[in-house]
């Protein structure tokens, strides 16, 4: 296949490429589809549809026409069109194709089963990646002493700029009764269910997971404390969010069952509390940052939201006080016995809002305004802080003399 590409730049005319697909065999063809298959990857798994059993087959035709044969996981998989599309392109590419026609099927029981294993292994109960000792990920718990702070509008824009940047993301919305990150990322597909593993939506490059996806329309939850420490272990047990660089969690408000539980089930996660300027709001948010000492988690920083209003004849005016970002700070760096840094200060802009609604996150439609430079300021501290070592494998064994 190289030497023919060659060929065909080498000599660029129309008459020199008819002539070397007609002298192009359908196997040698056919080779350069698979090979071609090989880099299309699927968009929910993230890993190339060949390693995962979803090529059915490949056929071409003597006049160029290939008809690859691709099994979707699940019936109503909201990604066919995106994997058609996906196969079409790579596939088309391939010098001897005249035509592509892609025809999906429905992988079987047994075949979901094998897929299940190949990437979660064969135990029947599931595990928590991001507990395990030789996780890689990056687990942030979005805090807040009290609603209304914007925490939820501060964990959707930090994984969309994380996921900006390169990075692998993923959000649990773990605010069961006041699920709102779907609505913000803009995250309008459903689950994906394959065997006994779940596939999580994407938008923007996130992986997303929320019990608002599961209930019809805006059904209230109404549970209590072990049916709550259940869906949170589901959703980081059950789900399949594959090599994640970071996951962040939107806790609910206060200290309560779910923040309780995010610290038995993944004991490595990290603080992100968030506060407004108000004194009684800061109060609130040293409360919720201080369970780090019962459950022996580390505060990986302190969110200032709301902080000013930038007038139009550039002065700032105050809405909800002053301060309140580093009195949190001083009171935690004292209660912890360790610094704790003021990550940043968000101004207080209407578009946050309004992106929000709309499911395009302000460091996306307005990377230029300042509070998405601050958070896109945020985001960028949080992925290059250095990680420790303690709890890591690090692949050695004793060796006797």
């Known amino acids: 296949m190289t030497v023919l590409a060659a060929l065909?730049?080498?000599?660029?005319?129309?008459?020199?490429?008819?002539?070397?697909m007609g002298n192009t065999s359908t196997e040698t063809?056919?080779?350069?589809?698979?090979?071609a298959l090989s880099k299309v990857e699927d968009p929910e798994i993230r890993k190339p549809i060949t390693e995962i059993g979803m090529v059915k087959g490949v056929t071409v035709s003597p006049d160029g026409v290939a008809q690859v044969g691709v099994y979707l996981t699940v019936a109503g998989c909201p990604m066919r069109e995106t994997i058609t599309n996906r196969v079409t392109a790579a596939v088309s590419a391939v010098p001897g194709v005249s035509e592509v026609r892609v025809e999906l099927d429905v992988m079987s029981d047994e075949q979901r089963t094998a897929l299940r294993r190949q990437l979660r292994g064969d135990s029947d109960e599931p595990e928590i990646p991001f507990a395990q000792p030789g996780s890689l990920t990056r687990v942030y718990c979005v805090a807040s002493g009290k609603g209304g702070v914007g925490k939820s509008s501060v964990t959707v824009n930090l994984a969309a700029a994380?996921?900006?940047?390169?990075?692998?993301?993923?959000?649990?919305d773990a605010d069961i009764y006041g699920h709102s990150v779907p609505r913000m990322l803009g995250a309008a597909d459903r689950p994906t269910k394959v065997d006994n593993m779940i596939m999580p939506p994407q938008a923007h490059g996130v992986k997303v997971i929320s019990i608002g996806m599961f209930v019809a329309d805006n059904t209230p939850v109404v549970w209590r404390g072990p049916m709550l420490h259940r869906a949170l272990q589901q959703f980081l047990a059950d789900v399949f969010w594959g090599d994640l660089d970071v996951l962040l969690l939107d806790l609910p408000p206060g200290t309560g069952d779910i923040a309780i539980s995010t610290a038995?089930?993944?004991?490595?996660?990290?603080?992100?509390?968030?506060?407004?300027p108000q004194q009684a709001a800061a109060e609130v948010a040293e409360r919720a940052g201080s369970i780090a000492v019962q459950t022996r988690q580390r505060i990986a920083g302190v969110i200032e939201n709301m902080s000013w209003?930038?007038?139009?004849?550039?002065?700032?005016?105050?809405?909800?006080?002053?301060?309140?970002?580093?009195t949190v700070v001083d009171r935690l760096t004292q209660t912890l016995g360790a610094p704790?840094?003021?990550l940043g200060q968000v101004p207080l802009e209407p578009?946050?809002?309004?992106?929000?609604?709309?499911?395009?996150?302000?460091?996306?439609?307005?990377?230029?305004?300042?509070?998405?430079?601050?958070?896109?300021?945020?985001?960028?501290?949080?992925?290059?802080?250095?990680?420790g070592l303690a709890g890591m494998s690090l692949g050695l064994s004793p060796v006797r003399k």
């Not at 129309?14 to 070397?20: F, K, P």
């Not at 994380?162 to 649990?172: D, N, Q, S």
């Open 264 to 276: 038995q089930l993944i004991p490595n996660a990290e603080l992100l509390v968030v506060t407004t």
């Open 162 to 172: 994380m996921a900006a940047k390169g990075l692998h993301v993923g959000v649990v």
């Open 29 to 35: 063809v056919e080779q350069a589809i698979r090979a």
């Open 351 to 387: 578009g946050v809002r309004e992106c929000g609604d709309s499911g395009t996150p302000i460091v996306l439609r307005s990377p230029e305004t300042a509070a998405a430079q601050v958070l896109n300021g945020i985001a960028e501290k949080l992925t290059v802080r250095s990680r």
């Open 8 to 20: 065909v730049d080498e000599e660029g005319s129309a008459e020199t490429q008819m002539s070397l």
């Open 340 to 342: 704790v840094p003021l």
């Open 309 to 326: 209003l930038e007038m139009p004849d550039g002065t700032r005016m105050e809405v909800f006080g002053a301060g309140g970002g580093q």
